[in-house]
């Protein structure tokens, strides 16, 4: 190919419009019925789970399918903790990427879907795009181009952790894109029947949207959003926990000032 030819090829393509990102239907939709290309296992994860290629043709995109559904009356962990009626499931994964759709959290938390591959039924999780997550971050030291944004990332996710009652956030299941964006993944561990807040000291900041939410959330919104994945009393529980929330930041902002505490 010649120089003006070459030239007049990449004027057409830079006049053509970038590829738009799928949105959430068609994201559900694609995860429910593209066909699987392949399905490996994931070197990392205590519930095995598998990493899954789909492709419908114009789309081709990774997806994670996590198939753990545990119950226990009472579970004992390493170094001593224990948890009374403790679940570890793939339908909090589907769960938790509705609630946080609802409360305006959907780019922090990826879609899941309920899907049968291979004979076993779990959640089928599109894949994010990372380049490390908190534990690859700490040991390699590397310090965000935004400290302040980066703080507010987390704080943001510190409430969403709190929502849910997620007992297994750790370092690495926390992602970090390429341009240090937080993602929060793997939710087996959530939906506890907790109706008051684990962690509050740690609550000490939240965006303003997010609390405004929260007051203004209702529980047949949820029920209607994740009522095939959560039973009444953990959607109950969810319900509480927001209004505890709310409770906690109203008295903080009373205490410090809302310019201290929401952003």
Aim: net charge positive.
């Amino acid at each position: 190919m010649n120089a003006y030819a070459l030239a007049a090829v990449l004027a057409v393509a830079q006049a053509l419009p970038a590829p738009s990102e799928p949105d959430d239907e068609q994201i559900r939709e694609f995860l429910r019925r593209a066909p699987i290309v392949s399905v490996k296992s994931l070197p990392k994860g205590t519930t095995r789970p598998k990493r899954v290629t789909l492709s419908d043709g114009t789309l081709t995109h990774d997806a994670v399918f996590n198939v753990v559904d545990e119950a226990k009356a009472v579970q004992r962990f390493q170094g001593g903790r224990v948890e009374i009626d403790f679940r570890d499931s793939w339908q909090f994964n589907i769960a938790a990427g509705e609630v946080a759709r609802l409360v305006g959290l959907g780019h922090m938390v990826p879609l899941a879907v309920e899907r049968v591959i291979d004979g076993q039924r779990g959640s089928l999780v599109w894949w994010v795009e990372w380049e490390w997550d908190e534990q690859m971050r700490q040991a390699q030291k590397l310090a965000p181009p935004d400290p302040a944004e980066w703080a507010r990332q987390w704080d943001t996710a510190r409430v969403f952790r709190e929502l849910i009652a997620d007992t297994d956030r750790n370092m690495t299941n926390m992602l970090i894109t390429r341009d240090w964006q937080l993602r929060m993944v793997d939710f087996t561990r959530a939906f506890r029947r907790s109706k008051k807040l684990r962690t509050s000291k740690a609550l000490v900041r939240c965006p303003r949207a997010l609390l405004e939410r929260l007051r203004t959330l209702r529980e047949e919104e949820v029920r209607a959003a994740v009522g095939r994945y959560l039973d009444r009393g953990e959607v109950a529980a969810l319900m509480s926990r927001s209004a505890e929330l709310v409770r906690h930041f109203d008295a903080l902002v009373a205490e410090r000032g809302a310019e201290l505490v929401l952003y």
